[in-house]
T-cell receptor, first 112, second 115 residues
């Protein structure tokens, strides 16, 4: 079956660094995505990993270890606007197309 | 269009009523997905279209749910005889092709409340 686990909630202080972990067990693995979703809004793309290692993109970095079924999203220099849900999603290939399978999301609250 | 457009933005339905939710994907996008997102949860896959062909409907919760994309562009998700457990945000996403490298563009969703 498909299983994606991430913490339900996290809190952090403005200006700090926070790491959001994600573990997964899926078939047909074809990449891992992180999305940000503010309340009442659409998920927006943050990062994508298909090979092991770290991908850095400004204040956001994402890491993948395929052998461990593990990823994390690292947010640096936290700002109040980073308060949102962060969705870990695995792209699974089956039947000739790719499908995104989402975790339940991690709600991040950034405090002054 | 510039993004994925969904309508209506909000829908309140009485239990037992039929509803139709519309998705206008980005022009030219081949792949179209519907997801259901319950409060405090991640999006759950419902169905997938490649052009007008519905290749996967394994996520549809019951035979009350029906989706179509007759001309390979606009898609409609129909829910018959709505139940309270159908209350959720319904998200539509599109991508240029099935092998899209960077993921999908999501619409803002339709929030369905069944009373």
């Amino acid at each position: 079956g498909q299983n994606i686990d991430q913490p339900t909630e996290m809190t952090a202080t403005e200006g700090a660094i926070v790491q959001i972990n994600c573990t997964y067990q899926t078939s047909g693995f074809n990449g891992l995505f992180w999305y940000q979703q503010h309340a009442g809004e659409a998920p927006t793309f943050l990062s994508y990993n298909v090979l092991d290692g770290l991908e850095e993109k400004g204040r956001f970095s994402s890491f993948l270890s395929r052998s461990k079924g593990y990823s994390y999203l690292l947010l640096k220099e936290l700002q109040m606007k980073d308060s949102a849900s962060y969705l870990c999603a695995v792209r699974s290939r089956s039947g000739g197309y790719n499908k995104l399978i989402f975790g339940a999301g991690t709600r991040l609250a950034v405090h002054p | 269009g510039a993004g994925v457009s969904q309508s209506p933005r909000y829908k309140v339905a009485k239990r037992g009523q039929d509803v139709a939710l519309r998705c206008d994907p980005i022009s030219g996008h081949v792949s179209l997905f519907w997801y259901q997102q319950a409060l405090g949860q991640g999006p759950e896959f419902l169905t997938y279209f490649q052009n007008e062909a519905q290749l996967d409907k394994s996520g549809l919760p019951s035979d009350r749910f029906f989706a179509e994309r007759p001309e390979g562009s606009v898609s409609t998700l129909k829910i018959q005889r709505t139940q309270q457990e159908d209350s959720a945000v319904y998200l539509c996403a599109s991508s240029p092709n099935p092998g899209n490298l960077y993921g999908y563009t999501f619409g803002s969703g339709t929030r369905l409340t069944v009373v």
